[in-house]
């Protein structure tokens, strides 16, 4: 099984659909990130949790809201999606501890609203 | 405000070739850290390499090496004796010292490696 689990991996929707994101992890890291990826913007941060009583807005927060059910679980929804959330999403961990702290990614969610 | 710019959208190499990824960055941070993260087209993210700003020594992993110059602000990711595999998009990001794991990430470049 991935390190990152992402779920589901391809969502089509409508406008104004309520949809969830689901993110679970083994690697028993802390901290957990939501990105977007966007065609010649590359990732850009949503939300980010430094533990499970931790959430923080990121970059493009606005449209969405997280979830940090435990340690490893962290979900993001949409509560209303639109045509330009269209995007593919991505769950990642770290360690928090110093050094490199480098992120482990899991295999991306594609959503799609039309 | 912190930042990095890939300026190549589209590259192209010769396989058994050597190429330079472009990515510079601007940050105020004294502490920082530097990432390169490889995406196939199979769209999973795969980290390549990885450079703090105290770092004496530029980072190397395998055919991968980073060319950091830190008064210049550039952290060049090269690839030495290409291969066909090599072909994915490939992103620059940066790490603020003071931004716990967050990373900004690069617009991105993609490198084609020609037989």
């Known amino acids: 099984d991935a390190d990152v689990t992402q779920t589901p991996r391809n969502r089509i929707t409508k406008t104004g659909k309520r949809i969830m994101l689901e993110c679970s992890q083994t690697?028993?890291?802390?901290?957990m990130y939501w990105y977007r990826q966007d065609p010649g913007l590359g990732l850009r941060l949503i939300y980010y949790s430094f533990d499970v009583k931790d959430i923080n807005k990121g970059e493009i927060s606005d449209g969405y809201s997280v979830s940090r059910q435990a340690q490893a679980k962290f979900s993001l929804s949409l509560e209303s999606a639109i045509p330009n959330q269209t995007a593919l999403y991505f769950c990642?961990?770290?360690?928090?501890?110093?050094?490199?702290?480098?992120?482990?990614f899991g295999a991306g969610s594609r959503l799609t609203v039309l | 405000a912190q930042k990095i710019t890939q300026t190549q959208p589209g590259m192209f190499v010769q396989e058994k070739e050597a190429v330079t990824l472009d990515c510079t960055y601007d940050?105020?941070?004294?502490?920082?850290?530097l990432f390169w993260y490889k995406q196939p087209s199979s769209g999973e993210m795969i980290f390549l390499i990885y450079?703090?700003?105290?770092?004496?020594q530029n980072a190397t992993e395998g055919r991968y090496s980073l060319n950091f110059q830190k008064a210049r602000k550039s952290a060049n990711l090269v690839i030495s004796a290409s291969q066909l595999g090599d072909s994915a998009m490939y992103f620059c990001?940066?790490?603020?010292?003071?931004?716990?794991?967050?990373?900004?990430f690069g617009q991105g470049t993609e490198l084609s490696v020609k037989p």
């Open positions: 940050t105020s941070d004294p502490s920082y850290g």
């Open positions: 990642a961990t770290s360690e928090g501890i110093s050094g490199a702290n480098v992120l482990t």
């Open positions: 690697k028993g890291h802390d901290r």
């Open positions: 990001a940066m790490r603020g010292g003071n931004q716990g794991g967050k990373l900004i």
């Open positions: 450079q703090g700003s105290y770092d004496q």
